[in-house]
């Protein structure tokens, strides 16, 4: 390699490690852009995280907050369960 090229491989691996903390803060300006369509974006949103090859072990606060927002109360009713489903009756 001739040293202008190892010297953009190593400007380009420096950017690489600069970006990577950043996908957090892109996941949460993407989300903040769409939230008015909730139930498609977090569709895409798992189909992007399905698809690609590397994945964070961990879900960034901004989606794990929205998903928590979601929260609401079922009520299972233990006569039309499905059969593989067990209720307890706590």
């Given amino acids: 390699m001739m ?3 190892l010297a953009q491989n ?3 691996l420096e950017l690489k490690k ?3 903390p950043m996908l ?3 996941d949460f300006i993407a989300w903040s852009l769409l939230k008015h369509n909730q139930d498609v974006v977090s569709q ?3 189909l992007s995280k399905q698809q690609s090859w590397r994945t964070s ?3 960034p606060n901004s989606l794990w907050n929205w998903i928590c927002s ?15 489903l067990l209720l307890s009756d706590d």
């Fill in 24 to 26: 957090p803060v892109l």
């Fill in 57 to 59: 072990k961990s879900i």
């Fill in 3 to 5: 040293r202008a090229e």
């Fill in 70 to 84: 979601a929260v609401d109360e079922v009520t299972l009713d233990p006569m039309t369960k499905h059969a593989w």
């Fill in 10 to 12: 190593f400007r380009q």
């Fill in 18 to 20: 600069k970006l990577e």
């Fill in 44 to 46: 895409l949103w798992v």
